[in-house]
C-alpha cells in the first residue's frame, strides 16, 4: 500500500484546515451557498436528499485494516454505523453533520486518505482491477500505475477546471474487471510482439445520459510514456471539449463528433511537444512507488486441510464455488466478501462488519481489503490453508452470502433513497429480486447473472451493461423501470438494448422473473449462460414473454 | 378556464443538518411537511421563495413543492420525490420516520 510522504500529508491537512475555514465562513454568512457549493464539492461533500453525503476516496479501491478500522470509527462517531460502498471504489457516509466533516476529514487524514477530487470537473479517483496483484491471469500489477496516476492528476493546475469530471479506470489483466471500455480513459496492459509490458489506450467511453463505448486510441503505448501521453490525451479534450453544454462536455462526445482519427493526430501532436520537457512524475518516483506494491511474503507451504473441510461442509463449498477466486499463488486464494447478503441494501457495510473484515485481513490476508466496483469487498491474498477460519469469521459477522457472480450480486445505485439527482429508487428494488430468488433458491442453478439498477440516467449503476439492467425513471409522477438486456462490462464488453416500453415499479420484480424464467426454459443446457442465450436467440423470446399483449396484437 | 393553480409549499435543506426543512406561517422552518404554509396562488408562492432565499442561515436551495391538502388543509407531499423526502429512505428507519 502507498504510504503519504510528508508533502501529501502537509498537503492534506492544509486542505481540511481550509475547509474547515469555508464552513466557519459560510455559517457566518461570509460566504453565501453559491460560492460554498463548490468549495464543499471539491472536498467530497455533497447535499442529498436527506443530509449531507460525503465521499470519501479509496484509490484504486485498496485499503488495509487500520483505513478500514478508521472508516468504521467514522462511522460510529459521526454517522449512523455504516458506509455505503460505491461503484466508483469509493465509500460514502450518507448522515454527517456540516459542523462534523472537519473533524472527519482530519480522522481520515490520519490514516492516509481523504475526499478530494471525488467531486468537480476534475480527474477523480483512479479505479482499477479489484484483483489486482492477486489474480492468475495478470500481467502485472495495475496499482503503481494507478498510483502513478493519482501523483499526477492530484492537484494538476492545468485539470482542476476540465469541461466535465474525467474518469479513468486500468486493469492489467486481459479478462477485464474494471469496465475500461465505460471510462473517459481506459488502460489495459498488454504485451508487444517483443514481449515487452506496456498499455493499451482506450478513450471515450462512459455510460450515463449518452453510453458509449470506449474506442483504441494507441494499441501499444510503452510504459515510460504514459504520463505525457495522458497529458496529451487531457490537454487536448481540455482544449476542444464543449463548456457550452454539460451534456455534450464529456470526451466521449467531443470523440464522437470529431472522430477518433482527429483526436488521435491531435494528441500525438501534442504529445510530442509535451514528451520533450515533461516534469511530470519522473520514472524514479515510479520505481519508488512500485516498491510500496511488492507482493507480500506469501507462505508457500500448501495444506489440505481445507479439501476435506470443502467435503465436510456443503455450505462452505458452496462459497468456495462462487466467491472464492483462483490466486497467482497455487497456496493462496481471492476471497470475495458479498455485501449483497440477500435484502441487504447493495454494498453497505456496518462498522462492526467493516471490523470483522479488517481483522481477517490482518490475521489472514496480508493485510489486504479492496473495495470492488461490483460494491463487494476483497481479501486478495487469502491462503488456502485458512479459507475454513475465514469462512467461519465471515459467517458470524453475516458476511458469507455466497452470489458472488449470481443474480442477487446486484450492484445498485443509492437511487432516490438519498440521491438528489434520482428519478426513482434503486435499492428496495434490489432488495425484492434478491429476496424473491433467494426464496426460489435458485439463483446456483442460474448461474452467472449480473443485474444493475441506476436511479436515474446517469449510471451510477451501470445498468448499461448488467446482463440485466434496470433503470428507474419518473413517468407522470410515478417510479417506472426499464429494461434493458444483453449488457456486458468484461473483455466482451457490450452495451445492453432496451427490450420494451418501461414497468411500474409493483411490476418490475415480476418482470425479471419473467424474463429469468423465459432464459431456463429456452437454454441449451445448464453450461449456458444468460448472456450466452441472450447472444444466441436476441431479445425476441424475451419481448414476447414481457409483452405478450402487443406480441399477440402484432401477430 | 384559467388552469387551477396546484397549492405549494417551500422548502430547503438545513444549512447545520441538511435534512429537509419546510417553510411555517410564522416564517419559520419545521421539520415537519405538515407545518408547512400552504400557498395557494403563483404570487403569494414566488413571494415566499424570495422570503425563503433570503435566509441562507438556516436554508440551502429553497424551492417550490406541489402538495395537496387534506380535509384539515394540511399539506401533503404531491410527488413520490417530496413524500420520500418527508420521511426518510425505504432501506432503513432512518431520517424524519424516526424521529
Ligand atoms: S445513477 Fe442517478 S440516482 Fe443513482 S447515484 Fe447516480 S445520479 Fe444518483
Redesign the pocket.
Known sequence: MYIYDDFDEGFVRERVRQFRGQIEQRISGALTEDEFKPLRLMNGLYLQLHAYMLRVAIPYGTLDSQKMRQLAYIADKWDKGYGHF?TRQNIQYNWPKLTDVGDILDALADVDMHAIQTSGNCVRNVTSDHFAGAAADEIEDPRPTAELIRQWSTDHPEFQFLPRKFKIAITGSPNDRAVTRAHDIGIRMVRNDAGEAGYEIIVGGGLGRTPMEGKVLREFLPKADLLPYLEAVLQTYNLAGRRDNKYKARIKILIHEGGLDDFRARTEQAFETIRKDFAGPSDELAANIARYFEPPEFNNVRSHGFEKALEANPAFRSFFETNVTEHRNPAYAIVTVSLKAHGATPGDATSDQMRTVADIAERYGHDEIRVSHEQNLILPHVRKADLPAVYALLVDAGLATANAGLLSDIIA????D???????R?IPVAQEIAQRFDELKLEHEIGPLKIKI????????H?HVGHIGIL?LDRAGVENYQITLGGDASEAFALGERVGPSFPADRIVPAIDTIVTTYLEIRESEEETFLETYRRTGSAPFKQALYPEENRHAA | MAKQFTPKIVTANDLFEGDVIYLTGEGGWSRDHRDALPLNSQDEADELLGVAQKQAARAVGPYLADVALDEHGKPHPAHFREAFRSRGPSNYFHGKQAV
Do not use: E, F, Q, V
Not at chain 1, 445505485?413 to 432516490?416: A, E, F, K, L
Not at chain 1, 438519498?418 to 426513482?424: E, N, V
Not at chain 1, 441506476?454 to 449503476?461: E, F, M, R, W, Y
Open positions: 460505491t445505485c443509492p437511487g432516490m438519498y440521491c438528489a439527482l434520482a428519478t426513482a434503486s441506476s436511479g436515474c440516467i446517469n449510471a451510477c449503476g445498468h428507474g
